[in-house]
């Protein structure tokens, strides 16, 4: 069991970079791959970027490669996204999510923060 509670998210503008966090409770966290997702004003939830239980293999989706950059500190029960070059499109509720399965699918994820919001202005 894992609660999971993100951070960070904030007003930018375009061009800018922001790094949002996500802490995790529970006595497992090694255990799980981590993923992020944003759900975008109208839209439907969409993958972000995961990253495997130890740190390796970070993956992304193409909306965002190049620019995001995922990674976690055990040690601290903590995964998070770097953002870099965000655009207006960038604008959404970010959400961060646990799970056994490496998958993209967020119906696979049992585990789920209560989102954290990121507003791009032109």
């Known amino acids: 069991q894992l609660s999971l509670v993100e951070s960070g998210g904030g007003l930018v503008r375009a061009g800018d970079s922001l790094t949002v966090s996500c802490v995790a409770n529970?006595?497992?966290?090694?255990?799980?791959?981590m993923a992020w997702f944003r759900q975008a004003p109208g839209k439907e939830r969409e993958f972000q970027a995961r990253?495997?239980?130890?740190?390796?293999?970070?993956t992304y989706a193409d909306s965002v490669l190049g620019r995001f950059t995922i990674s976690r500190d055990n040690a601290k029960n903590t995964v998070y996204l770097q953002m870099n070059s965000l655009r207006p499109e960038d604008t959404a509720t970010y959400y961060c999510?646990?799970?056994?399965?490496?998958?993209?699918?967020?119906?696979?994820?049992?585990?789920w923060g209560q989102g954290t919001r990121v507003t791009v202005s032109a």
């Open positions: 529970g006595r497992s966290f090694n255990l799980y791959n």
């Open positions: 990253i495997f239980r130890d740190g390796s293999d970070p």
């Open positions: 999510a646990a799970g056994s399965i490496w998958t993209e699918d967020d119906r696979r994820y049992p585990y």
